[in-house]
Protein backbone atom coordinates (compact mmCIF):
# COMPACT_ATOMS: atom_id res chain seq x y z
CA UNK A 1 0.00 0.00 0.00
CA UNK A 2 1.40 3.62 -0.84
CA UNK A 3 0.61 6.38 1.50
CA UNK A 4 1.51 10.09 1.58
CA UNK A 5 1.74 12.35 4.52
CA UNK A 6 1.67 15.88 4.67
CA UNK A 7 3.01 17.86 7.27
CA UNK A 8 2.71 21.36 8.88
CA UNK A 9 4.09 22.89 12.22
CA UNK A 10 6.35 24.92 13.77
CA UNK A 11 9.62 24.26 13.37
CA UNK A 12 11.14 22.31 15.90
CA UNK A 13 14.17 19.80 16.79
CA UNK A 14 12.99 16.16 16.23
CA UNK A 15 10.37 16.92 13.80
CA UNK A 16 11.87 14.65 10.91
CA UNK A 17 13.37 11.77 13.53
CA UNK A 18 10.18 11.34 15.40
CA UNK A 19 8.55 11.31 11.57
CA UNK A 20 10.63 8.79 10.50
CA UNK A 21 11.19 6.60 13.38
CA UNK A 22 7.15 6.13 13.48
CA UNK A 23 6.97 5.21 10.29
CA UNK A 24 9.46 2.40 10.82
CA UNK A 25 8.15 1.14 13.49
CA UNK A 26 4.76 0.89 12.34
CA UNK A 27 5.97 -1.34 9.16
CA UNK A 28 6.43 1.59 6.66
CA UNK A 29 9.62 1.77 4.01
CA UNK A 30 10.14 5.57 3.39
CA UNK A 31 10.01 6.08 -0.86
CA UNK A 32 10.68 9.63 -0.97
CA UNK A 33 10.78 12.76 1.74
CA UNK A 34 11.07 16.15 1.20
CA UNK A 35 11.08 19.05 3.92
CA UNK A 36 11.03 22.58 4.03
CA UNK A 37 11.63 25.06 6.72
CA UNK A 38 10.58 29.08 6.26
CA UNK A 39 13.20 29.45 9.80
CA UNK A 40 15.02 26.53 11.80
CA UNK A 41 14.24 28.35 15.02
CA UNK A 42 10.52 29.01 15.28
CA UNK A 43 9.44 29.39 11.82
CA UNK A 44 7.24 26.73 9.94
CA UNK A 45 8.06 23.47 8.49
CA UNK A 46 6.37 21.49 5.80
CA UNK A 47 6.89 17.99 5.12
CA UNK A 48 6.26 15.37 2.15
CA UNK A 49 6.91 11.79 2.63
CA UNK A 50 5.73 8.91 0.54
CA UNK A 51 5.98 5.63 1.77
CA UNK A 52 5.04 1.80 1.37
CA UNK A 53 3.07 0.06 4.30
CA UNK A 54 2.94 -3.83 3.46
CA UNK A 55 0.60 -4.55 6.33
CA UNK A 56 -2.15 -2.77 8.11
CA UNK A 57 -4.08 0.10 7.01
CA UNK A 58 -4.05 3.78 6.27
CA UNK A 59 -7.01 4.44 8.50
CA UNK A 60 -5.10 2.77 11.97
CA UNK A 61 -1.90 4.33 10.56
CA UNK A 62 -3.54 7.54 10.72
CA UNK A 63 -5.04 7.02 14.74
CA UNK A 64 -1.44 5.95 15.66
CA UNK A 65 0.17 8.83 14.25
CA UNK A 66 -2.38 11.64 15.60
CA UNK A 67 -1.81 9.65 18.98
CA UNK A 68 1.73 9.40 18.72
CA UNK A 69 3.35 12.25 16.79
CA UNK A 70 0.66 14.54 15.70
CA UNK A 71 0.15 15.96 18.98
CA UNK A 72 3.21 16.41 20.54
CA UNK A 73 3.88 18.78 17.66
CA UNK A 74 0.83 20.23 17.45
CA UNK A 75 0.74 19.38 13.59
CA UNK A 76 -1.69 20.01 10.90
CA UNK A 77 -1.48 17.01 8.67
CA UNK A 78 -3.08 14.79 5.88
CA UNK A 79 -2.79 11.14 5.04
CA UNK A 80 -3.58 10.69 1.56
CA UNK A 81 -3.75 6.81 -0.13
CA UNK A 82 -1.20 7.29 -3.67
CA UNK A 83 -2.73 3.92 -5.18
CA UNK A 84 -6.16 5.47 -5.42
CA UNK A 85 -7.03 8.42 -8.03
CA UNK A 86 -8.17 11.29 -7.36
CA UNK A 87 -12.40 12.39 -8.60
CA UNK A 88 -11.57 15.09 -11.07
CA UNK A 89 -14.35 17.24 -12.50
CA UNK A 90 -13.18 19.83 -15.25
CA UNK A 91 -15.50 23.13 -16.11
CA UNK A 92 -14.97 24.51 -19.18
CA UNK A 93 -16.10 27.39 -21.18
CA UNK A 94 -15.92 28.40 -25.32
CA UNK A 95 -12.12 27.76 -25.43
CA UNK A 96 -10.83 24.46 -25.80
CA UNK A 97 -6.65 24.43 -25.24
CA UNK A 98 -6.79 23.86 -21.78
CA UNK A 99 -9.51 21.22 -21.78
CA UNK A 100 -8.33 19.35 -24.57
CA UNK A 101 -4.14 19.30 -23.10
CA UNK A 102 -5.95 17.67 -19.63
CA UNK A 103 -8.16 14.86 -21.50
CA UNK A 104 -4.76 13.90 -23.73
CA UNK A 105 -2.50 13.66 -20.76
CA UNK A 106 -5.05 11.68 -19.04
CA UNK A 107 -5.50 9.68 -21.66
CA UNK A 108 -1.64 9.12 -22.06
CA UNK A 109 -1.83 8.19 -17.94
CA UNK A 110 0.32 11.24 -16.75
CA UNK A 111 -2.61 12.31 -14.62
CA UNK A 112 -3.34 9.69 -12.13
CA UNK A 113 -7.20 11.06 -11.81
CA UNK A 114 -10.51 9.61 -12.62
CA UNK A 115 -13.08 12.12 -14.88
CA UNK A 116 -16.73 11.76 -13.69
CA UNK A 117 -17.38 14.48 -16.23
CA UNK A 118 -17.20 17.73 -17.75
CA UNK A 119 -19.75 20.52 -17.57
CA UNK A 120 -19.71 23.66 -19.85
CA UNK A 121 -22.00 26.42 -19.75
CA UNK A 122 -22.08 26.05 -23.68
CA UNK A 123 -22.40 22.85 -25.44
CA UNK A 124 -20.02 23.38 -27.94
CA UNK A 125 -17.40 20.55 -27.00
CA UNK A 126 -19.66 17.56 -26.45
CA UNK A 127 -18.23 15.59 -29.07
CA UNK A 128 -14.59 16.57 -28.70
CA UNK A 129 -14.97 14.59 -24.93
CA UNK A 130 -17.46 12.08 -25.92
CA UNK A 131 -14.35 11.30 -28.33
CA UNK A 132 -12.33 10.87 -24.84
CA UNK A 133 -15.14 8.27 -23.63
CA UNK A 134 -16.32 11.05 -21.28
CA UNK A 135 -19.84 12.81 -19.89
CA UNK A 136 -20.17 15.70 -20.93
CA UNK A 137 -22.58 18.20 -18.77
CA UNK A 138 -24.18 21.14 -20.60
CA UNK A 139 -25.14 23.52 -17.62
CA UNK A 140 -26.02 27.33 -19.17
CA UNK A 141 -25.07 30.35 -16.37
CA UNK A 142 -26.70 31.26 -14.27
CA UNK A 143 -27.65 28.01 -12.78
CA UNK A 144 -25.18 27.37 -10.05
CA UNK A 145 -27.99 24.75 -7.83
CA UNK A 146 -27.63 22.18 -11.28
CA UNK A 147 -23.73 22.74 -11.36
CA UNK A 148 -23.37 22.51 -7.59
CA UNK A 149 -25.83 19.51 -7.62
CA UNK A 150 -23.68 17.78 -10.35
CA UNK A 151 -20.31 18.58 -8.35
CA UNK A 152 -21.00 17.97 -4.73
CA UNK A 153 -20.32 14.62 -3.22
CA UNK A 154 -18.91 13.57 -6.84
CA UNK A 155 -15.47 14.81 -7.12
CA UNK A 156 -12.20 15.14 -5.19
CA UNK A 157 -10.67 18.35 -6.83
CA UNK A 158 -12.54 20.46 -10.35
CA UNK A 159 -10.25 22.18 -12.51
CA UNK A 160 -11.51 25.33 -14.23
CA UNK A 161 -9.66 24.73 -17.69
CA UNK A 162 -10.77 28.11 -19.07
CA UNK A 163 -14.61 28.62 -17.24
CA UNK A 164 -15.29 32.14 -17.79
CA UNK A 165 -17.81 32.40 -15.00
CA UNK A 166 -17.47 33.93 -11.52
CA UNK A 167 -18.08 31.45 -8.95
CA UNK A 168 -20.21 32.79 -5.92
CA UNK A 169 -18.68 32.36 -2.17
CA UNK A 170 -21.80 30.20 -1.28
CA UNK A 171 -20.80 28.10 -4.33
CA UNK A 172 -17.28 27.65 -3.50
CA UNK A 173 -17.96 26.96 0.26
CA UNK A 174 -20.66 24.43 -0.75
CA UNK A 175 -18.94 22.32 -3.30
CA UNK A 176 -16.09 21.56 -0.21
CA UNK A 177 -13.16 20.55 -2.70
CA UNK A 178 -10.14 22.51 -3.87
CA UNK A 179 -10.60 24.44 -7.29
CA UNK A 180 -7.68 25.24 -9.55
CA UNK A 181 -8.03 28.14 -11.90
CA UNK A 182 -5.88 29.11 -14.35
CA UNK A 183 -5.82 32.75 -16.49
CA UNK A 184 -2.78 34.89 -18.36
CA UNK A 185 -0.65 36.88 -16.01
CA UNK A 186 -1.26 40.49 -17.19
CA UNK A 187 -3.61 40.72 -14.28
CA UNK A 188 -4.41 43.29 -12.83
CA UNK A 189 -2.96 45.31 -15.39
CA UNK A 190 -5.15 44.11 -18.03
CA UNK A 191 -8.07 42.78 -16.58
CA UNK A 192 -11.33 41.92 -18.67
CA UNK A 193 -11.77 41.53 -22.69
CA UNK A 194 -9.09 41.38 -25.11
CA UNK A 195 -6.15 41.21 -23.02
CA UNK A 196 -3.45 40.15 -25.09
CA UNK A 197 -4.24 42.85 -27.88
CA UNK A 198 -4.24 45.61 -24.83
CA UNK A 199 -0.60 44.03 -23.99
CA UNK A 200 0.47 44.11 -27.62
CA UNK A 201 -0.48 47.58 -27.57
CA UNK A 202 1.25 48.25 -24.25
CA UNK A 203 4.37 46.92 -26.45
CA UNK A 204 4.80 44.10 -23.21
CA UNK A 205 8.16 41.59 -23.40
CA UNK A 206 6.72 39.26 -21.41
CA UNK A 207 3.68 36.67 -21.07
CA UNK A 208 2.80 34.79 -19.25
CA UNK A 209 0.06 31.97 -16.68
CA UNK A 210 -0.79 31.52 -13.33
CA UNK A 211 -2.42 28.49 -11.93
CA UNK A 212 -3.77 29.08 -8.65
CA UNK A 213 -6.16 27.67 -5.89
CA UNK A 214 -9.63 29.55 -6.26
CA UNK A 215 -11.19 31.63 -3.06
CA UNK A 216 -13.66 34.23 -3.10
CA UNK A 217 -11.39 36.68 -3.64
CA UNK A 218 -10.70 37.11 -8.02
CA UNK A 219 -7.63 35.65 -8.80
CA UNK A 220 -6.05 36.05 -5.81
CA UNK A 221 -5.78 32.45 -4.02
CA UNK A 222 -2.49 30.74 -3.54
CA UNK A 223 -0.30 30.16 -6.45
CA UNK A 224 0.74 26.47 -7.09
CA UNK A 225 2.52 27.36 -10.93
CA UNK A 226 3.91 29.97 -13.38
CA UNK A 227 5.59 30.26 -16.02
CA UNK A 228 6.70 33.07 -18.83
CA UNK A 229 7.83 33.61 -22.22
CA UNK A 230 10.08 36.52 -23.61
CA UNK A 231 8.23 38.72 -26.88
CA UNK A 232 9.54 41.39 -29.01
CA UNK A 233 8.07 44.19 -30.98
CA UNK A 234 7.91 41.51 -34.02
CA UNK A 235 5.12 39.00 -32.35
CA UNK A 236 2.02 40.21 -33.48
CA UNK A 237 -0.98 40.33 -30.75
CA UNK A 238 -2.32 36.70 -32.63
CA UNK A 239 1.25 35.14 -32.02
CA UNK A 240 1.10 36.27 -28.54
CA UNK A 241 -2.37 34.61 -27.74
CA UNK A 242 -1.17 31.29 -29.69
CA UNK A 243 2.12 31.90 -27.12
CA UNK A 244 -0.10 32.28 -24.47
CA UNK A 245 -2.41 29.46 -24.81
CA UNK A 246 0.56 27.53 -24.66
CA UNK A 247 1.93 28.72 -21.76
CA UNK A 248 -1.60 28.43 -19.95
CA UNK A 249 -2.11 24.53 -21.09
CA UNK A 250 1.34 23.35 -19.64
CA UNK A 251 0.99 25.50 -16.81
CA UNK A 252 -2.51 24.08 -15.92
CA UNK A 253 -1.43 20.57 -16.58
CA UNK A 254 1.96 21.11 -14.26
CA UNK A 255 -0.34 22.20 -11.10
CA UNK A 256 -3.09 19.83 -11.78
CA UNK A 257 -0.39 16.97 -11.58
CA UNK A 258 1.55 18.37 -8.34
CA UNK A 259 -2.40 18.58 -6.96
CA UNK A 260 -3.36 15.01 -7.42
CA UNK A 261 0.28 13.67 -6.72
CA UNK A 262 -0.36 15.56 -3.04
CA UNK A 263 2.61 17.49 -3.60
CA UNK A 264 0.84 21.15 -2.46
CA UNK A 265 0.93 22.25 0.78
CA UNK A 266 -1.09 25.52 1.60
CA UNK A 267 0.20 27.73 4.00
CA UNK A 268 -2.14 31.24 4.25
CA UNK A 269 -2.00 32.26 0.53
CA UNK A 270 1.18 30.85 0.25
CA UNK A 271 1.92 26.97 -1.43
CA UNK A 272 4.85 25.20 -0.94
CA UNK A 273 5.23 22.40 -3.93
CA UNK A 274 7.24 19.74 -3.13
Partial sequence: MNGRLLITCHDRHG???????????????????????????????????????????????????????????DMRWRLADGAAPKRMAVLVSKEDHCLVDLLWRHRRGELDATIPFVASNHPDWITDVAGFGLVY???????????LSLLKGNCDLIV????????????????????????????PAFAGANPYQRAYERGVKIIGATAHYVTEELDAGPIIEQDVA?????????????????????????????????????HGNRTVVF
Fill in 15 to 73: IVAAVAGFLAASGANIISSDQHSTDPEGGEFFMRMEFNLEQGDLASLGRAFQQEVAAQF
Fill in 137 to 147: HHVPFPNEPEL
Fill in 160 to 187: LARYMRILSGDFLEQVGVPIINIHHSFL
Fill in 230 to 266: RVSHREHSDTMVRLGRDIERTVLARAVKWHLEDRVLV
